[in-house]
């Protein structure tokens, strides 16, 4: 059953450092999202991408964070200088058209130092 | 106010008991969906509701929407040691558009 994987598994990062988390969605999809999850709280929503673009984004998606759909298959969040408070489980999740079920990798844990 | 509030936060049941989670969402649901989720883990896909008075079954997993209250409620037939994890409840607001999260309901089954 095709399923979205996200690399790495677990990230270790000193703060102030760029970190680029990657994920690769279902092949037929074309909506992809990042979420993220701080530990103990809710998943929140980042940012979600549709045709070459993002379509829409939350007030914590600010000028630090950028996503690029750099080939067909790969999908990636970069953050430019990473702080304590991103210290999360980052998500990656992916709908097809005309369908609205997302489908959610198994995750990124991020811990900025 | 929480746009989604999902009780109880917390459950713990005996094996072989049947068990009710309950998601509300403050505003016009467009589709309501419900995963789980292993303590540090990704989120697995269980089923998604959009019409109301639609119910759905995994396994021994319902879930039933009621649109008039925009609740859905999540029932658990004989919990077995397997269905403990969190239960979330996202909704979305229209179509192919981002997910608003619950804060999930930890679930334990003991023996």
């Known amino acids: 059953e095709p399923e979205v994987t996200q690399t790495p598994s677990h990230q270790v990062t000193q703060m102030g450092q760029e970190v680029i988390l990657r994920c690769v969605p279902i092949?037929?999809?074309?909506?992809f999202y990042w979420y993220r999850q701080i530990l103990g709280q809710k998943v929140e929503f980042l940012v979600s991408?549709?045709?070459?673009?993002?379509?829409?984004k939350s007030e914590i998606f600010d000028d630090q964070f950028s996503v690029e759909r750099p080939d067909g298959s790969n999908f990636t969040l970069k953050i430019r200088s990473t702080k304590l408070e991103d210290s999360a489980m980052y998500f990656c999740?992916?709908?097809?058209?005309?369908?609205?079920?997302?489908?959610f990798g198994p995750g990124t844990r991020l811990t900025v130092l | 106010s929480q746009e989604l509030e999902q009780s109880p936060q917390s459950l713990i049941v005996q094996e072989g008991k049947n068990l009710t989670i309950n998601c509300t969402s403050s505003?016009?649901?467009?589709?309501l969906y419900w995963y789980k989720q292993k303590y540090g883990e990704g989120l697995i896909f269980l089923m998604m509701?959009?019409?109301?008075?639609e119910e759905k079954s995994h396994e021994k997993i319902t879930a039933k929407l009621d649109e008039k209250k925009q609740q859905s409620s999540l029932h658990i037939t004989a919990s077995q040691p397997s269905h403990a994890g969190i239960y979330l409840c996202?909704?979305?607001?229209?179509?192919?558009?981002?997910?608003?999260f619950g804060k999930g309901t930890r679930l334990s089954v003991i023996a």
């Open positions: 999740a992916s709908s097809q058209e005309g369908t609205d079920t997302q489908y």
């Open positions: 092949s037929n999809h074309l909506y």
């Open positions: 991408f549709y045709n070459n673009e993002i379509s829409e």
């Open positions: 505003k016009t649901l467009y589709g």
């Open positions: 509701l959009q019409k109301g008075g």
């Open positions: 996202g909704a979305s607001y229209s179509g192919n558009t981002p997910l608003v």
